[in-house]
Every structure is written in C-alpha cells, then in structure tokens.
C-alpha cells in the first residue's frame, strides 16, 4: 500500500533540490572527494597525452613498428599506412585516438564511485545519517536525490574532462599530424553516451556497497573494481585482441544502460529507511 501511495504522491521536486545542493556543498568542503577529482583528471587527461606526443616527436624512429602490427591489425587499413609513412604522426593517432581514449571513461567513473561513497557511507561518518532519514521525502525521492547529487557532477565533469583531452590532444598533435584530431566520432560516442552509462553503472555499486559498509573508504575501495572493464578494454586494444570503433560503442552503451538500470534499481532498495536505520 505505501509502494502504490508513493506512485500516486507528487515528486517533492523542492526537497530533492534541497538534498541534491546540500550534498554538492558537502562535496566542494571534503578535500578527499575533492583531490582525486583534481589530480586523476589532470594525469589521465592532460599529463598522460602530453608526454605521449612528446615522446613520439622525439622517439619515433626508434619505435619498431612490428611492435604495433596486432594492434593495427584491428584497426582501419588507411591508419596502417599513415603510421608507416609517417611514424611520428601516425603513432600520436593511434596511441590518443585509439588507445588513450577509453581512459575519458575512468573520469565520470571515478567521480561518480567518490561522491556516492561519501553520500552515505559519508553520512554515516558524519552522523547525519539519523537527520537526512527524517526528512519528508519518500525512500524513493530521497534516493533519486542522492542520485543526481553523484551522476550529475560525474557527467558534468567527464564532459569537461573530455574536452580538456581533445584540446590537449589536438595542441599537442599540432605540426605533427595533419588537421586536428578530435573531435571525432569516437571521441563523442565515448563522451556523451557511453560515460554517463558507466558512471551510472559506478553509481550503482558504490551506492549499494556505501549502504552496507561504515566508512567511505571501504565502500570507495570495494566499488573500486568497475574500472577493470575499463582497463581490460585499454590491454585487449594494446594486445590486438580488440579495436573500438563507434559502432561498437554505442552497442556497448545499450548494454551499459541496461545494467545501469538493474544496478541502480537494486540501489534503490537498498537506500530504504529500514536498511539505513538498522546501521546507524
């Protein structure tokens, strides 16, 4: 009966406002959440695609390109041939296009696994767990709150991260490689439709882990293992086993929102006043 009363009840659309921006505030004062939310987007995104660039300018010719044969192998026939006339232009392709990329991924993902694991696990530390439970909002708008409060930064700052990466790529790529880089396809599927599916995904399991654990540190570290995917993907590419392209990506994304949608409907339940209050 209480399930069918909160279906025919309006979203309190104010009070989840009000647990959404009183979640941010907390965010913006925790140095913990903050730093890895600073410095991990900063080596992925900026350090880690400058050095490359850096390095192929200077060592290209005494890159063996044998070493790249599984990896272009998977890759479209025309790149091949821009890595063997030109290794220093063709080795910056491949290496920001294709291998680096997946690692804008890691960005929504982290971000979301480090706000939800401080948006309850958090509360249960700060001991206003007890408060945020007597709030008039329902089980469900209080979980929806605690949702956007982790997913839209995640996305906000993964879109930021993915510009950053296509601004430095392409600075960095300047002289070398002809035209720019990015943006590209790929670079928008990854960014805008498959991100926002993983950091959903990250969500889930954090919020599900966050709601058993004392301490946001032992729900960030167990939630922690949904970057394997993402590093799988990174070592399958360098290996040859696998090359991403746009249409399988978006496949990938289809998949990644369905088990957004389980994971985060499991979430749900387990962000309810009776589990909640039963670890204060």
């Known amino acids: 009966m209480s399930g069918r009363a909160d279906d025919r009840r309006r979203w309190d659309r104010r009070g989840i406002t009000a647990v959404v921006a009183r979640d941010l505030r907390v965010v913006r004062g925790s140095k913990p959440v903050v730093l890895p939310m600073l410095i991990v987007p900063v080596l992925l995104l900026v350090v880690m695609p400058a050095v490359v660039a850096v390095s192929a300018r200077l060592g290209a010719a005494a890159v063996d390109l044998a070493d790249l044969e599984p990896m272009l192998a998977m890759l479209p026939p025309e790149l091949g041939e821009r890595v063997a006339a030109d290794p ?26 480090v706000i939800a694991a401080d948006s309850i696990a958090g509360e249960r530390e700060r001991r206003t767990l007890e408060g ?30 993915g510009i950053v990466y296509a601004v430095v790529g392409d600075v960095a790529a300047a002289g070398v490689v002809d035209g720019l880089l990015f943006p590209n396809l790929l670079w928008v599927v990854l960014v805008f439709w498959l ?24 729900a960030f570290q167990i939630a922690g293992v949904v ?14 086993v696998l090359a991403i392209s746009p249409s399988l990506l978006v496949a990938g994304g289809v998949v990644a929102w369905a088990i957004a949608a389980l994971v985060l409907r499991t979430g749900m339940r387990a962000v309810s006043r009776t589990r909640l209050g039963q670890r204060l």
């Open 132 to 161: 945020l439970l007597l709030t008039p909002l329902t089980d469900r708008e209080l979980f929806v709150a605690k949702l956007l409060g982790a997913w839209l930064p995640a996305v906000g700052i993964g879109i930021a991260g």
């Open 88 to 113: 220093a232009a063709g080795i910056i392709e491949v290496v920001l296009v294709y291998l680096l990329s997946p690692l804008l991924l890691i960005i929504p993902m982290m971000t979301a696994s």
């Open 227 to 240: 970057v394997l995917p993402v590093v799988a993907l990174i070592v399958s590419q360098a290996a040859g």
């Open 195 to 218: 991100g926002p599916a993983i950091a959903a995904i990250s969500l889930g399991a954090t919020v599900i882990v966050s709601a058993r654990v004392k301490t946001v540190q032992e």
